[in-house]
């Protein structure tokens, strides 16, 4: 094997293609990213971000770019070193505010629509974010730090120099971060061209966040048509209830008399992203019926705020509803859900039950914005492939028809090979039909075999759609050679609900065997070589390769899991969102009797059958899986004498996501698999 560019190629087992021929690691990063489209209120232009890295300054920019809703070509609206983000339109279309830190800390910015008479509006101490205005225009929202505990050394003013943490109570630190002594608020503020009055704090004294950390963003805040109250979302609980609960809740703020309600109390679970219809009458949001569980069916409710009546509009949908955006006629709402390994747009009718299916196809739909062209609706949204990175495409809700907007790699992918994509129908040990994509190489030639490889979701309640991913590139994977199967096994969306909670409290059971019966399926195949399979997986997929390496029954040659759950007890007792480990593991480790989860399904009660080389890859930073479990994993590989390597990365958390660590990452990862899979016999 030699090593070329960070890429892995076999002399063996490659096509005869090089390394500027196929998508490299480096050619990988080079790829532009296209943020969530903003339609201007006439719904003729809209305006999104385009993300370049730079690996070598380890950073990237995000710059502004212009766009008619009928296609045609991109203006340039910003040129900068610091990145320009969450643009919006004013409501009269005259200026575009967006999110900068160009000033030193990150304001709110406004240019003219064609990029001209760049102004800073705000200058709050500490910087904001999620910023909104006010479909009036008479008001601006946003978030921003209030610190209301205290560090140890202002407890003990006489300890300057003491470094520590004095801790009385859960949720201390959450997915990557520690608790910083502050809180994420949402304030208001008068605004009039360009300039904005005193804000003021709409949670005066709490000690909870909107939006929900550390994933949600400016799509859990909306502001009510007559900009009179906004809406955001809050989960209203501290300490082991925070942790222990997900009973978020829908809060509408008024701002006359500075009072706040719960419009979705009666609800134990999520209650997040609040979207007013247009004339102002209906609130939308997205809920989960049940409290602790995070994967529960997504559905879409409306709250008619006269009447005060809730319902669910996709009642009788057996899917997910995500990102709700509201037609014009204040009746549909759009929103992409997962189906059979895809995602796709979906309309429902808040006045009548029933839900419409929008597109099809072999892709993911992302951002569904709204703008109108004459009498017709029509959807802006976002499209990628495991072949295509996301592009901008115009949707027709009536027909689906979709046309690209823009294409902005098509010059870093002119030349490039890349890999066939196959759905294949794997019959599951029960009969369940397991929907698998199988990834080939370029210039992939069935009379050859090739080593394969086994991906493994994470989760793990996450399909494996036609996602487009910087790390776990599937056609990265396939242009060194390898023949990917990747499988939507038990407990992911899109195949109905069953389907997905079948995993909780069976993580080693039939999700597993859904794994290990579509690798035996393709590896039937005359151009799988079985003695050189693979496999590798992050999150639940590496708790599945963790599991796998006892189970395996020597199909394998190596593993690699990245961020994997090794031991079920301590990582109860050291991850940080507890709903979690406690729905799917059904119960905590002392419970008495104990769930049976920690018995039959931990991994590291099995290492007395392990017996293969492994890769094990840990973030110091995650704290949702805890670096403890990839060290508890690399001490047994260690001690039982099995060929195994450790890669740590001091400063990530539970994802890769500076530039040359990503680098790193896939050349470490490409350079152990090659050491066990590219040479036939090796």
Same mark, same amino acid.
Request: no cysteine; aromatic share 12%.
């Given at each position: 094997?030699?090593?070329?560019?960070?890429?892995?190629?076999?002399?063996?087992?490659?096509?005869?293609?090089?390394?500027?021929?196929?998508?490299?690691?480096?050619?990988?990063?080079?790829?532009?990213?296209?943020?969530?489209?903003?339609?201007?209120?006439?719904?003729?232009?809209?305006?999104?971000?385009?993300?370049?890295?730079?690996?070598?300054?380890?950073?990237?920019?995000?710059?502004?770019?212009?766009?008619?809703?009928?296609?045609?070509?991109?203006?340039? /609206?910003?040129?900068?070193?610091?990145? =320009?983000?969450?643009?919006?339109?004013?409501?009269?279309?005259?200026?575009?505010?967006?999110? &900068?830190?160009?000033?030193?800390?990150?304001?709110?910015?406004?240019?003219?629509?064609?990029?001209?008479?760049?102004?800073?509006?705000?200058?709050?101490?500490?910087?904001?974010?999620?910023?909104?205005?006010?479909?009036?225009?008479?008001?601006?929202?946003? &978030?921003?730090?209030?610190?209301?505990?205290?560090?140890?050394?202002?407890?003990?003013?006489?300890?300057?120099?003491?470094?520590?943490?004095?801790?009385?109570?859960?949720?201390?630190?959450?997915?990557?971060?520690?608790?910083?002594?502050?809180?994420?608020?949402?304030?208001?503020?008068?605004?009039?061209?360009?300039?904005?009055?005193?804000?003021?704090?709409?949670?005066?004294?709490?000690?909870?966040?909107?939006?929900?950390?550390?994933?949600?963003?400016?799509? +859990?805040?909306?502001?009510?048509?007559?900009?009179?109250?906004?809406?955001?979302?809050?989960?209203? !609980?501290?300490?082991?209830?925070?942790?222990?609960?997900?009973?978020?809740?829908?809060?509408?703020?008024? /701002?006359?008399?500075?009072?706040?309600?719960?419009?979705?109390?009666?609800?134990?679970?999520?209650?997040?992203?609040?979207?007013?219809?247009?004339?102002?009458?209906?609130?939308?949001?997205?809920?989960?019926?049940?409290?602790?569980?995070?994967?529960?069916?997504?559905? /879409?409710?409306?709250?008619?705020?006269?009447?005060?009546?809730?319902?669910?509009?996709?009642?009788?949908?057996?899917?997910?509803?995500?990102?709700?955006?509201?037609?014009?006629?204040?009746?549909?709402?759009?929103?992409?859900?997962?189906?059979?390994?895809?995602?796709?747009?979906?309309?429902?009718?808040?006045?009548?039950?029933?839900?419409?299916?929008?597109?099809?196809?072999?892709?993911?739909?992302?951002?569904?914005?709204?703008?109108? *062209?004459?009498?017709?609706?029509?959807?802006?949204?976002?499209?990628?492939?495991?072949?295509?990175?996301?592009?901008?495409?115009?949707?027709?809700?009536?027909?689906?028809?979709?046309?690209?907007? &823009?294409?902005?790699?098509?010059?870093?992918?002119?030349?490039?090979?890349?890999?066939?994509?196959?759905?294949?129908?794997?019959?599951?040990?029960?009969?369940?039909?397991?929907? &698998?994509?199988?990834?080939?190489?370029?210039?992939?030639?069935?009379?050859?075999?090739?080593?394969?490889?086994?991906?493994?979701?994470?989760?793990?309640?996450?399909?494996?759609? *036609?996602?487009?991913?910087?790390?776990?590139?599937?056609?990265?994977?396939?242009?060194?050679?390898?023949?990917?199967?990747?499988?939507?096994?038990?407990?992911?969306?899109?195949?109905?609900?069953?389907?997905? =909670?079948?995993?909780?409290?069976?993580?080693?059971?039939?999700?597993?065997?859904?794994? !290990?019966?579509?690798?035996?399926?393709?590896?039937? =195949?005359?151009?799988?070589?079985?003695?050189?399979?693979?496999?590798?997986?992050?999150?639940?997929?590496?708790?599945?390769?963790?599991? !796998?390496?006892?189970?395996?029954?020597?199909?394998?040659?190596?593993?690699?899991?990245?961020?994997?759950?090794?031991?079920?007890?301590?990582?109860?007792?050291?991850?940080?969102?507890?709903?979690?480990?406690?729905?799917?593991? +059904?119960?905590?480790?002392?419970?008495?009797?104990?769930?049976?989860?920690?018995?039959?399904?931990?991994?590291?009660?099995?290492?007395?059958?392990?017996?293969?080389?492994?890769?094990?890859?840990?973030?110091?930073?995650?704290?949702?899986?805890?670096?403890?479990?990839?060290?508890?994993?690399?001490?047994?590989? *260690?001690?039982?004498?099995? =060929?195994?390597?450790?890669?740590?990365?001091?400063?990530?958390?539970?994802?890769?996501?500076?530039?040359?660590?990503? !680098?790193?990452?896939?050349?470490?990862?490409?350079?152990?698999?090659?050491?066990?899979?590219?040479?036939?016999?090796?």
């Amino acid at each position: 094997m030699r090593v070329l560019f960070g890429l892995a190629l076999s002399l063996a087992s490659a096509p005869a293609l090089s390394a500027q021929q196929v998508l490299t690691p480096e050619r990988l990063l080079r790829l532009h990213r296209v943020s969530a489209p903003a339609v201007s209120p006439d719904g003729h232009q809209l305006v999104y971000g385009v993300r370049t890295i730079d690996v070598a300054a380890n950073s990237g920019n995000t710059d502004l770019f212009l766009l008619p809703t009928a296609g045609g070509t991109a203006i340039r /609206l910003t040129d900068t070193p610091g990145s =320009e983000s969450g643009a919006r339109w004013r409501p009269d279309g005259r200026k575009i505010g967006f999110l &900068t830190a160009r000033s030193g800390s990150m304001q709110l910015w406004e240019i003219d629509p064609d990029g001209a008479n760049p102004r800073q509006v705000t200058n709050v101490d500490g910087g904001i974010g999620n910023f909104r205005y006010a479909p009036t225009g008479a008001h601006v929202s946003f &978030t921003r730090a209030v610190k209301l505990d205290r560090t140890a050394t202002e407890v003990y003013p006489d300890l300057p120099k003491a470094q520590a943490r004095i801790l009385d109570q859960l949720m201390y630190r959450h997915w990557d971060a520690w608790r910083d002594y502050t809180y994420s608020h949402l304030f208001v503020a008068e605004y009039r061209d360009g300039t904005i009055g005193a804000p003021v704090d709409v949670m005066p004294g709490e000690r909870w966040d909107t939006p929900l950390p550390p994933f949600g963003g400016v799509e +859990q805040i909306a502001w009510r048509p007559d900009g009179r109250a906004i809406a955001y979302t809050a989960k209203k !609980l501290t300490g082991a209830a925070a942790a222990a609960s997900t009973n978020a809740d829908v809060y509408l703020y008024d /701002l006359t008399t500075r009072t706040t309600a719960n419009l979705s109390a009666p609800n134990p679970g999520y209650d997040v992203e609040p979207v007013f219809a247009p004339n102002g009458r209906s609130l939308a949001w997205l809920s989960m019926a049940r409290d602790g569980y995070e994967a529960d069916r997504n559905r /879409l409710f409306v709250r008619d705020l006269a009447a005060g009546r809730t319902w669910e509009a996709t009642a009788g949908f057996d899917g997910d509803a995500h990102g709700p955006t509201w037609g014009a006629n204040s009746r549909t709402v759009y929103f992409t859900s997962e189906t059979e390994a895809t995602v796709q747009l979906f309309a429902a009718d808040v006045t009548t039950p029933g839900v419409r299916r929008i597109t099809s196809g072999d892709h993911n739909s992302t951002a569904v914005a709204v703008a109108r *062209q004459g009498r017709a609706p029509v959807l802006v949204a976002g499209r990628q492939a495991m072949a295509a990175p996301t592009d901008l495409y115009r949707v027709d809700p009536a027909t689906g028809t979709a046309v690209p907007l &823009t294409r902005v790699n098509d010059a870093v992918l002119a030349g490039v090979a890349l890999g066939r994509v196959e759905r294949r129908i794997v019959p599951a040990t029960d009969g369940a039909p397991i929907h &698998t994509w199988v990834i080939y190489p370029p210039g992939f030639d069935p009379a050859r075999r090739y080593p394969t490889i086994l991906y493994a979701q994470g989760g793990p309640q996450s399909a494996v759609s *036609q996602f487009f991913s910087y790390r776990w590139n599937f056609q990265a994977l396939a242009a060194n050679g390898y023949i990917v199967v990747a499988p939507n096994r038990r407990g992911v969306p899109g195949f109905g609900q069953a389907f997905k =909670e079948q995993i909780s409290g069976d993580w080693g059971g039939q999700a597993m065997r859904d794994l !290990l019966s579509a690798i035996d399926d393709v590896a039937r =195949e005359p151009y799988v070589d079985r003695s050189r399979m693979g496999a590798v997986g992050a999150s639940f997929g590496g708790y599945s390769v963790f599991w !796998l390496a006892g189970h395996h029954e020597g199909r394998f040659r190596t593993f690699i899991a990245h961020d994997g759950v090794f031991n079920l007890e301590s990582m109860y007792g050291a991850t940080e969102e507890l709903f979690f480990p406690t729905f799917d593991l +059904q119960g905590p480790y002392w419970q008495q009797p104990t769930p049976p989860s920690y018995a039959a399904f931990s991994p590291h009660r099995f290492v007395d059958k392990w017996d293969t080389p492994m890769l094990v890859i840990h973030g110091e930073l995650d704290f949702r899986v805890p670096v403890t479990e990839g060290m508890q994993a690399f001490t047994a590989l *260690q001690l039982k004498g099995i =060929e195994s390597r450790l890669l740590y990365f001091p400063t990530e958390g539970h994802w890769v996501l500076s530039p040359q660590n990503s !680098l790193l990452w896939h050349r470490v990862f490409y350079d152990w698999l090659g050491r066990y899979l590219q040479r036939p016999g090796s």
